[in-house]
Nanobody, 121 residues
Framework: VQLQASGGGLVRAGGSLRLSCAASGRTFSRYAMGWFRQAPGKEREFVAAVTWSGVNTYYADSVKGRFTISRDNGKNTVYLQMSSLKPEDTAVYYC???????????????WGQGTLVTVSS
Protein backbone atom coordinates (compact mmCIF):
# COMPACT_ATOMS: atom_id res chain seq x y z
CA VAL A 1 0.00 0.00 0.00
CA GLN A 2 1.29 3.43 -0.91
CA LEU A 3 -0.12 6.46 0.87
CA GLN A 4 -0.07 10.12 -0.19
CA ALA A 5 -1.16 12.73 2.32
CA SER A 6 -2.15 16.27 1.40
CA GLY A 7 -4.08 19.27 2.65
CA GLY A 8 -1.75 20.71 5.22
CA GLY A 9 -1.05 24.41 5.49
CA LEU A 10 -1.04 27.49 7.64
CA VAL A 11 -4.22 28.37 9.49
CA ARG A 12 -5.14 30.67 12.36
CA ALA A 13 -6.26 29.35 15.68
CA GLY A 14 -9.94 28.50 15.57
CA GLY A 15 -9.79 27.69 11.88
CA SER A 16 -10.30 24.46 10.00
CA LEU A 17 -8.42 22.22 7.60
CA ARG A 18 -9.17 18.95 5.90
CA LEU A 19 -6.39 16.48 5.32
CA SER A 20 -6.65 13.76 2.70
CA CYS A 21 -4.71 10.54 2.29
CA ALA A 22 -4.98 8.74 -1.02
CA ALA A 23 -4.01 5.09 -1.07
CA SER A 24 -3.00 2.85 -3.91
CA GLY A 25 -3.75 -0.83 -4.01
CA ARG A 26 -6.85 -2.93 -4.46
CA THR A 27 -7.04 -3.94 -0.79
CA PHE A 28 -7.53 -0.43 0.63
CA SER A 29 -11.08 -1.18 1.70
CA ARG A 30 -9.82 -3.96 3.97
CA TYR A 31 -7.32 -1.81 5.86
CA ALA A 32 -7.84 0.14 9.02
CA MET A 33 -6.61 3.69 8.50
CA GLY A 34 -5.26 6.25 10.89
CA TRP A 35 -3.62 9.61 11.40
CA PHE A 36 -0.68 10.35 13.63
CA ARG A 37 1.21 13.57 14.15
CA GLN A 38 4.66 14.60 15.22
CA ALA A 39 5.51 18.01 16.57
CA PRO A 40 9.11 19.29 16.60
CA GLY A 41 11.10 17.60 19.32
CA LYS A 42 8.27 15.26 20.25
CA GLU A 43 7.39 11.66 19.57
CA ARG A 44 4.86 10.65 16.98
CA GLU A 45 1.43 10.44 18.58
CA PHE A 46 -1.89 8.91 17.68
CA VAL A 47 -4.60 11.27 16.45
CA ALA A 48 -7.46 9.22 15.00
CA ALA A 49 -8.27 5.89 13.37
CA VAL A 50 -11.11 4.27 11.48
CA THR A 51 -11.89 0.61 10.84
CA TRP A 52 -12.02 -0.78 7.32
CA SER A 53 -15.80 -0.42 7.19
CA GLY A 54 -15.79 3.13 8.46
CA VAL A 55 -18.23 2.21 11.20
CA ASN A 56 -15.89 2.53 14.15
CA THR A 57 -13.71 5.54 14.83
CA TYR A 58 -11.21 6.31 17.57
CA TYR A 59 -9.69 9.59 18.70
CA ALA A 60 -7.02 10.90 20.99
CA ASP A 61 -8.51 12.81 23.90
CA SER A 62 -6.74 15.95 22.75
CA VAL A 63 -8.70 16.07 19.47
CA LYS A 64 -11.99 14.48 20.46
CA GLY A 65 -14.90 16.71 19.48
CA ARG A 66 -12.74 18.80 17.15
CA PHE A 67 -11.43 16.31 14.58
CA THR A 68 -13.38 13.83 12.48
CA ILE A 69 -11.90 10.92 10.57
CA SER A 70 -13.76 9.41 7.65
CA ARG A 71 -13.07 7.31 4.60
CA ASP A 72 -14.36 6.79 1.10
CA ASN A 73 -13.47 3.28 0.00
CA GLY A 74 -14.66 4.03 -3.52
CA LYS A 75 -12.01 6.73 -3.78
CA ASN A 76 -9.35 4.90 -1.73
CA THR A 77 -9.10 7.97 0.46
CA VAL A 78 -9.23 8.73 4.16
CA TYR A 79 -9.89 12.20 5.49
CA LEU A 80 -9.21 14.11 8.66
CA GLN A 81 -11.48 17.11 9.15
CA MET A 82 -9.90 19.38 11.73
CA SER A 83 -11.86 22.20 13.34
CA SER A 84 -11.28 24.63 16.20
CA LEU A 85 -7.57 24.27 15.59
CA LYS A 86 -5.15 25.26 18.31
CA PRO A 87 -1.47 26.19 18.14
CA GLU A 88 -0.66 22.94 19.91
CA ASP A 89 -2.09 21.06 16.90
CA THR A 90 0.92 22.24 14.90
CA ALA A 91 2.74 19.16 13.63
CA VAL A 92 3.52 17.02 10.64
CA TYR A 93 0.52 14.77 10.12
CA TYR A 94 1.02 11.25 8.80
CA CYS A 95 -1.49 8.73 7.55
CA UNK A 96 -1.05 5.04 8.14
CA UNK A 97 -2.72 1.82 7.05
CA UNK A 98 -2.79 -1.63 8.57
CA UNK A 99 -4.88 -4.77 8.91
CA UNK A 100 -6.22 -3.73 12.33
CA UNK A 101 -6.43 -0.69 14.60
CA UNK A 102 -4.08 -2.48 16.99
CA UNK A 103 -1.40 -2.67 14.31
CA UNK A 104 -1.72 1.05 13.69
CA UNK A 105 -1.25 1.88 17.36
CA UNK A 106 2.05 0.00 17.41
CA UNK A 107 3.29 2.10 14.48
CA UNK A 108 3.69 -1.12 12.50
CA UNK A 109 1.51 -0.26 9.52
CA UNK A 110 2.27 1.33 6.19
CA TRP A 111 3.15 5.03 6.26
CA GLY A 112 2.83 7.89 3.85
CA GLN A 113 4.89 11.04 3.81
CA GLY A 114 3.67 13.71 6.17
CA THR A 115 1.85 16.95 5.54
CA LEU A 116 2.65 19.97 7.69
CA VAL A 117 -0.09 21.74 9.62
CA THR A 118 0.82 25.03 11.23
CA VAL A 119 -1.66 26.80 13.51
CA SER A 120 -0.83 30.38 14.36
CA SER A 121 -2.08 32.09 17.50
Amino acid sequence: VQLQASGGGLVRAGGSLRLSCAASGRTFSRYAMGWFRQAPGKEREFVAAVTWSGVNTYYADSVKGRFTISRDNGKNTVYLQMSSLKPEDTAVYYCTAGPTIAVLTTLSGYWGQGTLVTVSS
